[in-house]
């Protein structure tokens, strides 16, 4: 009796025509059925009258779904990325930049 071995790894076929999908926050998130669901938006300013306050407004740019492993390791893979990235020093300085300020601790 001949055994075969099946390689389950697949091939990768990189498909230029897909777009990247830009978003600056994650809307929701939740698990159906054991399928994680993730809902990504932009935010963008709609300009008004000059004695106005802009409107901020957030529109969904991208919806990602996949099995709860996948997830699992996305999350393993952006870990892994954050970590290189702190141990860069590029983290920190992103986040001085792009993020809000931490109120002092008392």
């Known amino acids: 009796m001949t055994t075969k071995t099946v390689n389950l790894n697949p091939i990768f076929v990189d498909r230029p025509e897909v777009q990247e999908v830009f978003g600056d926050r994650v809307r929701a998130m939740s698990v159906v059925d054991g399928v994680m669901h993730i809902e990504l938006c932009s935010t963008r300013i709609v300009p008004v009258d000059t004695d106005q306050l802009p409107k901020i ?3 969904t740019t991208g919806r990602w779904t996949m099995p709860i492993g996948t997830a699992i390791a996305m999350r393993d893979m952006l870990s892994q990325q954050i970590a290189e990235l702190e141990r860069q020093g590029t983290l920190k ?4 930049v792009g993020s809000a300020p931490t109120p002092p601790k008392h």
């Open 93 to 96: 300085m992103m986040q001085t």
């Open 57 to 59: 407004t957030a529109h």
